[in-house]
């Protein structure tokens, strides 16, 4: 875990980091040139998070109190997005997210240049999602209470479910076990992270899904088992 109390963190070039980021009090984390996020990020009190040209996070990004997201460049977000409070997420240049995001509170999600959604889109109170240029949400946008509101600008395709694929470059051994987790995004073999070898998407499994397809790059057999559970209960 690294936390940063009432300061301000400048990184520049390429970084790579997998650990756990707390940002408390008036700070501020900025990333700048390519850059793979792989840890959780809180961020609380008057804070934010900058990235800047090209990012791919692949963790969970909570936010409260006056602070905020900003997304740069490319961005490739693979987890969930939480806002609460006078935050706000704000993504510029091409952006795909695969996961959850949820804002509630006096915030905002704004989405420029072209957009294409995975997952589920909540806001509440006085927050509101909009999307300007090409946006194609392809799943479940939501708004709550009457000062929300969802804006879609330029051209906009929404869908509820989309056909979703991801590949893992990994030589499995005899008896060994390969786990992905699209719920909580890890992927592990006989028990060790290996989510560097992931590469797609986290398909969001509902129980109106078609069809389900593994298939061995070798062009093997394997044994395969799904556990599935409702999200919303």
């Known amino acids: 875990m690294f936390s940063a109390p009432f300061n301000s963190l400048a990184f520049n070039a390429g970084l790579v980091f997998d650990v756990d980021f707390s940002i408390s009090g008036i700070?501020?984390?900025?990333?700048?040139?390519?850059?793979?996020?792989?840890?959780?990020?809180?961020?609380?009190?008057?804070?934010?998070?900058?990235?800047?040209?090209?990012?791919?996070?692949?963790?969970?990004?909570?936010?409260?109190g006056e602070g905020g997201l900003l997304f740069a460049g490319d961005a490739d977000p693979a987890r969930i997005i939480h806002c609460e409070g006078q935050g706000d997420i704000s993504i510029t240049a091409t952006i795909t997210l695969r996961s959850d995001t949820t804002v509630s509170g006096m915030s905002q999600i704004d989405f420029a240049m072209d957009a294409h959604p995975y997952a589920d889109h909540m806001v509440f109170g006085e927050g509101a999602v909009t999307f300007n240029a090409s946006a194609i949400p392809l799943r479940i946008i939501r708004a709550s209470d009457m000062f929300a509101g969802i804006i879609f600008g330029g051209r906009a395709v929404s869908g509820n479910y989309s056909e979703e694929t991801l590949q893992i470059n990994v030589i499995l051994a005899p008896g060994q076990v390969l786990v992905i987790d699209t719920e909580n995004y890890l992927v592990t073999r006989n028990g060790e992270n290996i989510i560097d070898k992931h590469s797609g998407a986290w398909p969001w499994l509902v129980s109106e899904s078609r069809e389900i397809i593994v298939q061995p790059g070798s062009g093997g057999q394997v044994d395969t088992d799904i556990m599935f559970t409702e999200k919303w209960l």
């Open 27 to 64: 700070s501020s984390v900025k990333f700048g040139g390519q850059v793979f996020l792989g840890a959780r990020y809180a961020i609380s009190g008057s804070t934010e998070v900058v990235l800047g040209v090209i990012a791919t996070p692949a963790r969970a990004h909570p936010t409260s």
